[in-house]
């Protein structure tokens, strides 16, 4: 005669906890609120990572201890132009981990010369500046969706959040002046400061003549007495 033998009942009234693998909760990006709208973070949600959006008065994304500061090619040569990009770069400083994003390189030329206005070289030579003067390394993206996967694997990293304390960075007098000078096409901060520290004020250099300008500053003055006299 066989012998069946009896499979073992599953006790139901144990008190055992049943071994159920919680879900890790996920990083949460703080993003600046400007950002809404940018494709960055649709593609950032679909990745499964928690986004809180809040006003960053330096830099567009925080990830755990780093601040991300993001630029799409035609921002950051238009930011370049207009010096803002310069602010934005020392207000950066304030943080010990930061990050330069450049984003769109499969879609667009950087180094269009021309076609922006600016030279290809200066922004090469700007971009050294950002790694050599400031310390700030930089990466550069195909696209959006390779912008969000960079900033979704940095998320996993073992790092501390940070509190966010950085403030916009307020110029001084000097460097009110300078930074309106500075707005001129070809002019640096040295040849800004060579005419503030001749003219003093900026109503003096505009009301200069090209002559006495030429004499201070050479070719560049034909920019600036351009820019005087065009219409809006």
Do not use: C, H
């Not at 005669?1 to 909760?25: A, H, V, W």
């Not at 879609?107 to 090469?124: M, P, T, W």
């Amino acid at each position: 005669m066989k012998t069946i033998k009896p499979y073992p009942l599953l006790d139901i009234f144990s008190k055992r906890k049943p071994n159920i693998k919680k879900d890790k909760p996920q990083p949460k990006i703080i993003v600046d609120y400007r950002e809404k709208n940018s494709l960055v973070i649709s593609e950032l949600i679909k990745l499964g990572l928690e986004i809180e959006f809040r006003e960053l008065k330096v830099a567009d994304y925080i990830v755990k201890d780093v601040a991300i500061e993001r630029k799409t090619i035609n921002d950051f040569v238009n930011s370049m132009i207009n010096k803002r990009l310069f602010n934005q770069i020392q207000e950066l400083q304030q943080y010990k981990n930061k990050l330069l994003l450049v984003e769109g390189m499969d879609e667009q030329e950087l180094y269009s010369d021309g076609k922006s206005g600016v030279n290809g070289n200066a922004i090469r030579g700007f971009l050294l500046s950002i790694l050599l003067k400031y310390n700030i390394p930089i990466i550069f993206t195909k696209n959006y969706e390779d912008s969000a996967k960079f900033i979704s694997v940095l998320s996993k990293k073992q790092t501390k959040e940070i509190a966010l304390k950085a403030k916009k960075r307020i110029l001084n007098k000097k460097e009110q002046l300078q930074f309106i000078i500075e707005g001129f096409p070809g002019i640096g901060p040295k040849t800004a400061q060579k005419l503030l520290k001749k003219y003093k004020t900026i109503q003096n250099i505009i009301s200069a003549s090209e002559e006495e300008l030429k004499e201070t500053i050479g070719k560049k003055a034909e920019t600036i007495i351009k820019i005087i006299k065009m219409n809006y």
